[in-house]
């Protein structure tokens, strides 16, 4: 556990103590919000584009809330579907599945299919959007790293327990010793209109963190200082 004057006591970090900036609504109207970097944006990083992983908004605002300041470099998005999170739905309000919905070479018009767990057939039916960044949720992230300026993002994700990204960055190795997790390209399957595709696509460089399979209260103990470490220190 954090110990001294280098962050917030425990005590302080009950509420989320930085002020979130609007950068577009969801299907429901729900404000999209991030948190600005102070100095400038050189990484975002975001959580939730599925609302079945709320864990990563979990660990994300733990990390943000043992700051004393918001970070200098990195911008910050708790929460990419919030209409998902409040459905505790994979999908968007619409029924599509945000991360097959970015305007990619490779998107396609047909189902996409998830597993409601692990051990079960993928064979969850979701849409992939009526036409390419059809979606709010899509179009507003898309905004936002264009009015950043940013070449670099990380998406948080649940719960293959890994690192995946397309080559070994000095990125990927930052989140390798945040999560002490293996690095790997590519999950198995394809993923047309993925957000890692689009950035691949558009000269960004796209880490995907896949948190393991952990109550969220181990992946606090285990990642949030880590974590609140990266963000505070990365330049």
Not at 57 to 62: D, E, G, I, Q, V
Not at 121 to 147: F, H, M, N
Not at 198 to 222: F, H, K, M, Q, S
């Amino acid at each position: 556990m954090v110990s001294g004057e280098e962050f917030r006591k425990g005590s302080e970090q009950g509420i989320f103590p930085f002020a979130l900036q609007e950068f577009g609504r969801s299907v429901e109207g729900s404000a999209l919000r991030y948190l600005p970097a102070q100095k400038e944006t050189r990484l975002l990083i975001f959580a939730a584009i599925h609302g079945e992983e709320p864990e990563t908004t979990f660990l994300l605002s733990r990390a943000l809330r043992k700051l004393k300041t918001a970070p200098d470099y990195v911008a910050c998005v708790l929460t990419a579907n919030p209409d998902g999170i409040l459905r505790g739905t994979r999908c968007n309000a619409n029924g599509v599945d945000l991360n097959r919905n970015f305007p990619t070479a490779n998107w396609k018009p047909e189902k996409t299919l998830s597993r409601l767990v692990l051990e079960a057939p993928r064979e969850t039916e979701l849409s992939t959007g009526v036409s390419p960044a059809s979606e709010p949720e899509t179009q507003a992230l898309i905004g936002l790293i264009q009015k950043l300026g940013v070449k670099k993002c990380v998406s948080l994700h649940a719960p293959f327990g890994l690192v995946d990204a397309d080559c070994h960055s000095e990125l990927v190795q930052k989140m390798e010793d945040v999560f002490s997790l293996p690095w790997q390209s590519g999950v198995g399957y394809p993923t047309p209109g993925s957000f890692g595709t689009y950035a691949a696509e558009n000269g960004l460089e796209c880490v995907t963190v896949e948190l393991p399979r952990e109550a969220p209260e181990i992946l606090d103990i285990r990642y949030a200082e880590p974590l609140a470490r990266f963000l505070r220190d990365f330049s």
